[in-house]
Structure formats: structure tokens, C-alpha cells
């Protein structure tokens, strides 16, 4: 069976509610993209591609170590877009298609590197409980073929399942508060 070693760190939104990029917020001393990046790295992840909009790439580029950044033309078209984008980075390096990658939206951050390696038992598409994210995904194709701004969870079923780890959604200002509890 090969081994899941990819991940998609999606954060390409506008962030308009929260009032500053979601991927550069600090938390604990390090942002949480840099965070995210970790905590993959920690769980054994090797391939790590981040989807930004045109005007965070260079922001992310000393945060990313030598991850790729890849470039998410038409943001406003939402997360199953971005998702795609960063699923056909993976692709166009890989000589074959993975059996499953990690869906990991930076403003959903609550997850730890135990989360992950929870998820890499499953083997179906799966989400941990309580944190929601990050999401492994092996419907690779579905969602390749879906509309961009179709919701990820109108594309395929997701199971849950118990994982370390709790629910943070950074969208507003208030939810900072979140991050100092």
C-alpha cells in the first residue's frame, strides 16, 4: 500500500471578514501557515504544496521552507477551485496519481501532528472530530471534475473520526480570541 505523503495548504481567500491575511496570523510565535507546514512535516508529510492568491506569494515565500506555492488565478471562485489548483501542482510531479492527499485550510488550525496521523489510518475520506480539519481525501478524481464552486462536501462523503485536537475556524476578529485560550 503506498504511503499518503502529500498535502494541499489551501489559503488563497481574501480573508475580508478577518481584515488581514488568515495565513499570516501569528499564533504562538509562528503564523499559521508556518504551523500548518510543522505540523505536516512532523506527521511524515513530505509533499507540501500551499495555495495563495497573486498577492501573498511573496508573503509566503520565506514561510514555506522548500515547499511549493502555487498561484490560485481565480480565488473568489472558493476552496474546491483552490483545492484544484493545488491537487494538479501534486499531479504534474508525481509519476502516478496518490491514493489519497491532506486537505489542510489554514484558518481551520486547531488540528495537532497526532490529528494527522490519526486520519493516515483511515481508509475512506475522513475528517477529524472535534477539530473538522485537516480533511483526507481520497476522491481525487470527483473533485477534479467538480465546478470549482462547488462545496467539498456536496462532492463527496466524509466520515468522522475521533482525533486530537479542537475546533478553531479563524474568520473574524473575535475568533483570534480563540487562539489565546
Known amino acids: 500500500m503506498k504511503k499518503i505523503s ?12 478577518l481584515g488581514q491575511p488568515k495565513a499570516l496570523v501569528k499564533w504562538n510565535e509562528e503564523t499559521l501557515i508556518e504551523r500548518s ?12 504544496v500551499v495555495v495563495a492568491n497573486k498577492e501573498l506569494i511573496t508573503d509566503f515565500m520565506p514561510l514555506v521552507g522548500n515547499h511549493s506555492i502555487i498561484v490560485n488565478p481565480s480565488p473568489e ?8 489548483v493545488g491537487i494538479k501542482s ?5 509519476p502516478s496519481t496518490p491514493r489519497a492527499i491532506l486537505v489542510v485550510p489554514v484558518d481551520r488550525c486547531g488540528w495537532e501532528s497526532s490529528t494527522i ?13 472535534p ?7 481520497f476522491d481525487i478524481a470527483k473533485v477534479m471534475m ?3 464552486d462547488m462545496p467539498l462536501r456536496e462532492i463527496v462523503e466524509i466520515t468522522e473520526v475521533s482525533a486530537p485536537g479542537r ?7 473575535e475568533d483570534l480570541e480563540g487562539l489565546n485560550d
Open 90 to 94: 501534486i499531479l504534474s510531479n508525481l
Open 77 to 84: 471562485n472558493g476552496r474546491t477551485g483552490s483545492l484544484q
Open 131 to 137: 477539530s473538522g480539519h485537516p480533511l483526507l481525501l
Open 167 to 173: 475546533y478553531l475556524n479563524i474568520d473574524t476578529p
Open 146 to 148: 467538480a465546478p470549482q
Open 37 to 48: 507546514i510543522r505540523l505536516l512535516e512532523e506527521a511524515g508529510i513530505k509533499k507540501i
Open 117 to 129: 496521523r490519526v486520519l493516515l489510518s483511515q481508509k475512506t475520506n475522513s475528517k477529524p472530530i
Open 6 to 17: 502529500s498535502a494541499v495548504i489551501l489559503a488563497a481567500g481574501y480573508s475580508s471578514r
